[in-house]
């Protein structure tokens, strides 16, 4: 009886430390702590990384025509940027050396596809069959994202692109080929890249491709109607979306054993003020800006409020669209950064006419969002502050409202300025302590079951004891308030300094600098790339420089 008292006494003092063990000090976090399969890795996009825009038989995009236009900032252009088309062998290398899990990025509609439909070119196929190759010959997950913006110019100027329905036909078309060639050996699919701000940047601002909108909204555009076709453009994204994803389902899931879903822009929208109707402001902010895709995917229908506000403006679902849409997802990408605080302005409802922000009734309240910007969407060079509580209310909301989605953070990362002389610039100690903020934050967001750990003991607790474990892990899983959020990847943005669709070359998010100066391209080892990869060989989230600050263990 004693040593039987002794064996349980012994097991709770176990689960004791146990518990202990999961309210560990920030400092000795390692990714020993994430649940097994969780995946690490870096980021990029096609028109963003690859250059070689007119090589090969690549087709311009709605982005070439932009930015040879002179729209984007600087009049820069992703004709070369960090010409990754040509040193694909010696980035995997570096992302080997780095040790992450995983690669995210996009292929190029109009480099397999060049017109968008019909004919797959064979040096596009060829390539991308390479990167994904030379991926898995070093143990690399390839993550692939299907559309990331950069729209084929061909059905731009055929049918109006994505303000056609015609474009699902085509996009689906064109996921059947990805789907086709490439899926026997890439299991993580994202169909389409933040569906909720391209259409708001393109078709109600118009600052970005193809530069729609109308007076009083936008600048200076080419046409469009800022009042109806953001909702059209989203609408048909989302239909693209799911018609791929039910091909994949019917066609290819089952043999091939992949994942799909999509990635959505991740901005948390925080009242100004504790008022009542602020709190009421940013919510909605909210439901505009992760419902319009969320809610249909896990409801069937737009969100409520945007039904109310939008109208009539706002396209419907028949039935079958709506089955198809619901559910269309394993797990969904989000690109966090930043939070953005909005105070209500009610009186917006009243206009004649409206665009997607006098819907949501809200104005901005941010230092950074300023009339005399050098950005779009008002965003100047210092917006970048770490805010990782916001990704963990982001995660909280998508836990309560939307049944606790697998989620993949697809992107997240702190930009930093050039050096004006041209140098390259190493020390960026400011990305290191942003990434290692944002890592806890998704740690501490992670679901944690008492269960496992009471597993752990080996032993058979009387009901009592049991209890008497669960009380004690539950307090210590409630004092870090680790709420069983379900995410299950962490992707830095960006790899490789690279071209920004918002900022151009002015601003370098890469953990891998690369000359731009130089017609090598040549890339360089950043600090941040150098913890990063202690923390992914086992190091503390959180290490101690040593002088050099070479992170080592």
Known sequence: ???????????????????????????????????????????????????????????????????????????????????????????????????????????????????GRGAVNPKGLEYYNNLIDELLSYGIQPHVTIYHFDFPQALQDEYNGLLSPRFIEDFTAYADVCFKNFGDRVKHWSTVNEPNIEPIGGYDQGILPPRRCSFPFGF????????????????????????????????????????????????????????????????????????WYMHPMVYGDYPPVMRKNVGSRLPSFTDEERERVKGSFDFVGFNHYVAIYVKADLSRLDEKLRDYTADAAVKYDMPFL??????????????????????????????????????????????????????NVQDDEFRSQFLQDY??????????????????????????????????????????????????GYFVWSFLDVFEYLFGYRVRFGVYGVDFNSTARTRYQRHSAQWFSSFLRGGELRPVALPDRAYSQ
């Open 439 to 488: 890592i806890e934050a998704t740690l501490q967001s992670i679901r944690y079951q008492y269960g496992n750990m009471a597993e752990l003991s080996g032993t058979k607790l009387s009901e009592a004891e049991a209890k008497c474990a669960r009380n004690l892990i539950f307090i210590s899983v409630f004092i870090v308030h680790r709420n069983g959020s379900n995410v299950q």
């Open 220 to 291: 200076a555009c080419d046409g469009g109607n800022s009042t109806t076709e953001p909702y059209i453009v989203a609408h048909h994204l989302l239909l693209g979306h799911a018609s791929a994803v039910s091909l994949y389902r019917e066609k290819y899931q089952v043999a091939q054993g992949g994942q799909i879903g999509l990635t959505l822009l991740g901005w948390w929208y925080e009242p100004g003020t504790q008022a009542p109707e602020d709190i009421a402001a940013a919510a909605r902010m909210n439901d505009f800006h992760i419902g």
């Open 1 to 115: 009886m004693a040593r039987a008292r002794s064996s349980s006494a012994a097991a709770l003092l176990l689960l004791f430390f146990l518990a202990a063990e999961a309210v560990a000090a920030p400092s000795s976090i390692t990714r020993r702590d994430f649940p097994t399969g969780f995946v690490f890795g870096v980021g990029s996009s096609a028109y963003q990384v690859e250059g070689a825009v007119a090589e090969d038989g690549r087709k311009p995009s709605i982005w070439d025509t932009f930015t040879h236009g002179g729209y984007s900032i600087d009049q820069a252009t992703g004709d070369v940027t960090a010409d990754q088309y040509h040193k694909y062998k010696e980035d995997v290398k570096l992302l080997h050396e780095m040790g992450v899990d995983a690669y995210r990025f996009s292929i190029a509609w109009p480099r397999l596809i060049p017109d």
């Open 370 to 423: 300023k009339s005399s910007n050098q950005f779009p969407f008002g965003l100047t060079n210092d917006f970048m502050s770490s805010t990782p509580w916001a990704l963990k209310k982001m995660l909280k909301h998508l836990q309560v409202k939307y049944k606790n989605p697998a989620v993949m953070i697809h992107e997240n990362g702190a930009a930093g300025m050039p050096d004006p002389s041209g140098g």
